[in-house]
């Protein structure tokens, strides 16, 4: 399942530079996560990054985007051709 971002950002940034996909980008108010990108940081990281460093805690998982371990596995392979 991708993640997405709350209207509880504040547009701190913190959470850009810690994404391995670059996901994450600038919205209109607030940053926005491209949910073709978003992996949960699987195959990265024990648990996604943008989580554990937002201060707000405004990133939740997106409900549209319902995705299977193996599944974010997968696509961490096609971005990363790996």
């Known amino acids: 399942m991708a993640l997405m971002i ?4 504040t547009a701190c940034g913190i959470c850009i530079d810690e994404c391995p996909n670059e996901a994450i980008s600038v919205g209109s108010d607030i940053y926005v996560i491209n949910p073709d ?3 949960e940081c699987v195959g990265f ?3 996604p990054q943008c989580v554990s460093v937002c201060p707000m805690d ?3 998982p997106d409900p549209r985007y319902k995705e299977s371990k193996e599944e974010l596995l997968e696509k961490k392979k096609r971005i990363h051709g790996e």
């Open 6 to 9: 709350t209207d509880e950002c």
């Open 37 to 39: 990108l978003c992996t």
């Open 45 to 47: 990281y024990d648990e």
């Open 58 to 60: 405004a990133i939740i």
